[in-house]
């Protein structure tokens, strides 16, 4: 058996030569929700619009199999949670939380004004959302890396309240490092709920559980779901789907690198999306590919997680070759990752990196593993899947504000805009527009 045919990729080979069926099956990866999933998802939060809090006690029993004390969780519970962390991961979560910190600080967005014309003044600032949701996944893992790229931006923005949500565990209450990844935080309140119900709860409001003006945070398919079909009640990130990695690499490449970066992404989940985009001559770019599969084959032999990995691959994992970066670069663009890693010559690397334009975060030089983004360089790794980063954007401190625009119109500027704007609004077939704007003319 080849190297090929072990690992099992759902393609390999030129990326021109790829029939219609298989490129777009590893470009497409919009995730087609199960109509059991819509359908489900809509009956809980239609459960939590009619009962409230009585409908998140009863998801409680139902899904996570435990009967809650409370549905917030005492500030005390996580305040202790905090003090009995380890003391060496304690350290660790601090030190992501400076680092969030300070590169969030750095890109918050400030207020600007300009001046068109003489006697106006148009100004636009960001004023803090009230009170956002932070949801932190606690299923089959906990997340409280999740919880720190959500919290921390939002405290950096100036928001009044934080709130989070998380699953509970069989004693009613999230992992205690989630628990402790609030407390250092600094959020307001935190609530044992999972889930869509715990979507519904935020976006809606109950008793309990305070209505938001956003909700941040990855998810199960449920979650995922309720957030799109709570649109209308509440603002959300972006959507989101399964992990993914691009690479874009050339000769430069070592292999073993690449390997471990493509492993890193498939044991996320079945369903992530890897793919390695080889640039050189045919002969450089079938050396490295073999040497690509070798590699992986050799790493999944020793990994823990290796049946995800290979359901991954076969699903949809790639090794594909172009001639040229600017042929890797284009398609790139096109498949627009939630991570893209960049291994290409220094010489070119400047202007490659310029030409990138919709990944969710871009990571330059085989020594940036996308591992440090999710942790710890304080870049944001709440990210835009499954194409959408041709529209949608990292999560920053500009997902928690709202943008206010203010203008100031002088009477001497009034008097010349008059007959203008009386022209425009008559050919609108708007005449108290017109007679509004002309009663500031100096002939009126």
Known sequence: MTAATALGLRARGPLAALDATTRQAIVDRASTTDTTVRSRTAAMIARVREEGDAALVAFARDFDRVELPA????????????ASLDPELRRV?????????????????TATECSPEPGIRVGRRPDPLGRV????????????????MGAIPARVAGV?????????????LP??????AAALAGVDRVFALGGAGAIAAMAIGTATVPRVDRIMGPGNAFVAEAKLQLVAD????????????????????????LARELMAQAEHDPDAAVIAVLVGSPEQVSAMSDALEVETLAQIAQAPRAQIVRESLAARGAIVSVSSIADGVAFANEWAAEH?????????????LAALRSAGTIFVGESSSVAFGDYMTGANHVLPTAGAGRSYSGLSTLDFVR?????EVSPAAAASLAHDVGAFADAEGLPAHAAAARAWSVNA
């Open 234 to 257: 509440v603002a959300i990130d972006s959507p989101a789907g399964p992990s993914e990695l691009l690479i874009l690499a050339d000769h430069t490449a070592n292999p073993a690198a």
């Open 93 to 109: 979560l601090e030190r992501s939380a400076r680092n969030i910190a300070a590169v969030h600080e750095a890109f918050r967005p």
């Open 71 to 82: 549905i917030e969780v005492p500030r005390a519970a996580w305040e202790a949670a905090l």
């Open 160 to 172: 009044g309240d934080v709130i989070v949500c998380s699953p509970p565990g069989p004693d009613g």
């Open 340 to 352: 893209l890693l960049l291994v290409v010559d220094a010489a070119v690397r400047a202007e490659t």
């Open 175 to 180: 992992s205690a490092v989630v628990l402790a």
């Open 133 to 148: 949701g932070i949801y932190a996944p606690g299923g089959r893992a906990a997340y409280p890396s999740s919880l720190l």
């Open 403 to 407: 943008w206010t625009t203010w203008q």
